[in-house]
């Protein structure tokens, strides 16, 4: 069996946090050996979205995905990058005819394709689709392509997310809470196989 090394960074807030990843960051792909790397941008804009230039600056840094959250819609100098960048994600949950996409495919050769999907919560959030239900509908298209695959749900509560976590045991190779900016203890792999935690 082969192992993939994936690095996943949550809620980078603000210049201080974007300068952080900058210099450490590639410090850490070295460490981990790290094949694949997410970051979670939403708060890079003085805490609320991303634009062009800090993307840029991310990607170069070592990312391959940036995953957002709901903070994304608050700085209308993200929605550009949403639409035309597909390494870069918002929650797939929000309804149709919002700008982006809520999954994306990355190649890292030609054997190994992994997939990032993005899915948001609804406890004390937006009132948005159903993140189970959607999640569903996401990976009925997905395993098709590849059953590597990362979720970042992005959510306030922790019953949701541990539910989510449960949702999906098995059907993915990791759910990574993010959202609320503390890190939780709760790190483990599920009995069928999915690796968990609250928040990263």
């Not at 201080?16 to 094949?35: D, M, R, T, V």
């Not at 995905?65 to 597909?86: A, F, V, Y």
Request: proline letters at 4%; charged letters at 20%; glycine letters at 8%.
């Amino acid at each position: 069996m082969n192992t993939i090394s994936v690095l996943f960074i949550g809620d980078i807030v603000g210049e201080p946090g974007l300068k952080e990843i900058e210099l450490k960051l590639p410090s850490l792909i070295s460490k981990y050996n790290a094949e694949f790397v997410i970051l979670n941008a939403e708060n890079v804009d003085n805490g609320k979205g991303l634009n062009e230039k800090q993307s840029e600056r991310l990607f170069k840094a070592g990312a391959h995905i940036l995953t957002t959250g709901n903070h994304i819609w608050d700085n209308w100098k993200s929605r550009p990058l949403l639409t035309e960048n597909p390494n870069i994600l918002r929650p797939y949950n929000y309804p149709t005819g919002n700008p982006g996409r809520g999954f994306a495919f990355y190649a890292l050769n030609e054997n190994i394709t992994i997939a990032v999907l993005q899915l948001q919560g609804r406890m004390f959030m937006q009132p948005i689709d159903c993140p189970f239900k959607i999640s569903d509908n996401a990976l009925s298209y997905i395993h098709q392509k590849t059953k590597n695959i990362i979720v970042d749900f992005h959510a306030e509560a922790t019953a949701e997310k541990l539910t989510m976590g449960w949702h999906l045991n098995g059907r993915v190779s990791a759910v990574l809470g993010t959202h609320t900016h503390i890190q939780t203890t709760d790190a483990c792999i599920l009995d069928k196989g999915t690796a968990y935690i609250t928040d990263v």
